[in-house]
């Protein structure tokens, strides 16, 4: 296991400044099965505070504590628009530049001659879409970026019509997002993990916040999980690396916050202070790579297809909290909840102890309005749906025929007919119910 000097220079607790209420919350959605475990992270003037519960992996998992690595998703994106703002710093880049000077070669798509600049794809209001339409997630949904490369991307950028003029409207963006670190890393002559660690890692000690994991590292890491079951890592191409390729641990991610805020003799520099300034405000408030939640809080948030993450900074307490999770079950109210404690923490909803054997009665193909919709699976004594063209995702039990889904607002209840046998689902999502009627093979 690496070493990490830092802590030779700055304490650390355990499990100060998480109150009893707040450590069982977190030991209820892990006892509960919503996720192997959950790593807690707060940086403040008394130092660093730690509470991590639960596994690697739900069957044999070694307990997790705070060098364990996760994926951090779009947290990338605060990364990735900090190396903008060092460039800035620098004098070798402008907010304000048009990405077609970095990009001299290709056809940039343009809104009646108004230009896509670095500041539109840091605060994703560039009119590029949240992901290119050449990226094929259905070929490989479990890892949909792996075959992404620059070719897709100067194809897609060659061909796009953008819908409405740069600056003008807010619309979350990966591409943006991961066009931004190809430039970033073209224009620096070496690899977007490389020109991380040059700019900030080095600086903070950060060796296991990586695109690439040594073999070393893999063994540090928390393994992924979407309903219950393992799943795996997600690879980038550096075409999209800049919008959620990285992984990372506690400790280096509070690393990070650190240089955020005024602690232990740090200052943020020019860069930071840029990052976290007001850059658009379209609906949305954002800096570069950091959104707005209320004055004095920033934040951003990251889901893989088997993590979910939240990192934020309290500009007025002068506090950074982390949450990296090794599961879909959302971890954000949990952040918001450290960095301002009126916002409420979500109760899980209880999964109901059912016969397995029950699930046998609902496995079949259902349709709605004679087009196929969904397909029910079993396995291992779990329960799947699965609608077309996507991947399957674990359903849970709340009574023997009502089942949900982790952190969304869906359910399924399973109708029988009267003669007992299931015919139908009634498909319920955020208060609009669908019925799916049950194919006879």
Known sequence: MLVITFFLFFPFSITAQFSEQFKISIQERVDLEYTPSIAVGVIDS?????????????????????????????????????????MVEEGKMSLDDPIDKYLPDLEIPNYEGTKIT????????????????????????????AKYDDNMLVDFLESYKLPFEPGTKYQYS????????YILAKENKMTLEDLFYEKIGKKIKAENTKINLTKEQKEQLGFGHAGGDIVPNW?????????????????????????????????????????????????????????????NIRWHNGGTGGYRSFCGIDLEKNRGVVILANSTYSVDDLGLHL?????????????AKVNSKIYKDYVGKYIVGGIMAMNVTTKNGKLYFQLFGQPAYRIYPESKTLYFMLGLDVEFEFVRDE?????????????????AKRVKE
């Open 235 to 295: 690879n980038f191409r550096d075409a999209l690396e800049g919008g959620g390729a990285f992984k990372s641990n506690i400790v280096e991610m509070l690393s990070f916050m650190k240089t955020q805020l005024y602690l232990e003799g740090n200052k943020p520099s020019y860069s930071v202070k840029l990052t976290h300034k007001l850059q658009a405000e379209i609906g949305t408030k954002i800096g570069l790579g950091w959104h707005f939640y209320k004055k």
């Open 118 to 145: 670095l500041k539109h794809l840091a605060t994703h209001n560039s009119g590029l879409p949240r992901l290119p339409q050449n990226l094929n997630i259905g070929e490989n949904p479990e890892d949909p970026y």
């Open 174 to 181: 990966n591409l943006g997002a991961g066009l931004l670190g």
């Open 419 to 435: 003669n007992g046998e299931v015919n139908s689902i009634i498909f319920e999502q955020n208060s609009y119910k669908q019925m």
């Open 339 to 351: 960095l301002d404690d009126s916002e409420e923490i979500l109760k899980p909803k209880a999964i």
């Open 46 to 86: 008394n130092g660093m505070h730690f509470y991590n519960y639960g596994k690697t992996k739900n069957e044999n998992g070694k307990s997790v504590d705070e060098q364990t690595i996760y994926e951090i998703g779009s947290i990338s994106k605060v990364f990735t628009s900090f190396l903008l703002a060092k």
